[in-house]
């Protein structure tokens, strides 16, 4: 189920299979996003409004998820972005999180994942659902700058992210992680997390980790550029209104 609003530039989603339920909302503008709706995969949270302590692998994950009014380790309330995040995958929201704010998104997302397996479905379809709101938000692709690069630094790490919003899918990525996880994310999963949102985005991706020591500051840099360049690829550019920016006339 989902709705979009090409004024506003905004997207609600749900996306439900047999591994793992997730409910997001998404405006690429950033500003005010309301409370994701209950539903019967997520009902309304109760109680106290206490973060309730983080038990991986509980399969609901109904223990491990706080009110979204609560504030948790990927959440902010500002006039200008509102997000709160909570995948069950604590090293996952932290990268999401750092997307969404230096995009200047308003991200919503909760997802009951399959944890008790492992992380994939919950990454792999939380990349899913993200790429296809960002494809919602854009709408007819039109008066956008359409190509987005960036570099970002973390101490030692640089990353490079070039992307195109082509309307042909594709995925290129060099991280070489010198370690099996961060977290509790296996680090395989950041790129084919990001294969599964360039697929859905309807995106051409390229990110390099050009160097770096730690994994978590080059896992970290890596998003950071990338949500420059979502940023200024999305960006809508006065003058251009309802043009196609493609020599074919259509993307």
Known sequence: MSSSDSSSRSSYLIRNTKETKVQLSLSIDGGQLELLPAT????????SGKAHKTTLHTPAGEAARPPQTTETHASQDSASQQIWIWTGVGFLDHMLHAWAKHAGWSLRIRCRGDLAIDDHHTTEDTFLALG??????????????????????????LSRAVL???????????????????????????H????????????????????????????????????????????????????VVSTKGVL
């Open 192 to 243: 084919h997390g990001l294969q599964s949102w360039s697929q859905t985005a309807s995106v051409t991706l390229h990110i390099d980790v050009l160097r770096g020591d730690n994994d978590h500051h080059r896992s970290e840099s890596a998003f950071k550029a990338l949500a420059v360049a979502c940023k200024m690829a999305a960006a809508r550019v006065a003058g251009k209104e309802g043009e």
């Open 132 to 157: 296809t709101a960002f494809n919602q938000c854009l709408g007819a692709r039109t008066g956008i700058a359409r190509f987005g690069y960036a570099y970002a630094p973390l101490d030692e790490a």
């Open 164 to 190: 195109d919003i082509s309307s042909r899918p594709f995925f290129v990525g060099n991280f070489d992680f010198k370690g099996p996880m961060m977290g509790a994310l296996n680090t395989q999963m950041v």
């Open 40 to 47: 019967q995969e997520f009902p309304e949270e109760g109680g």
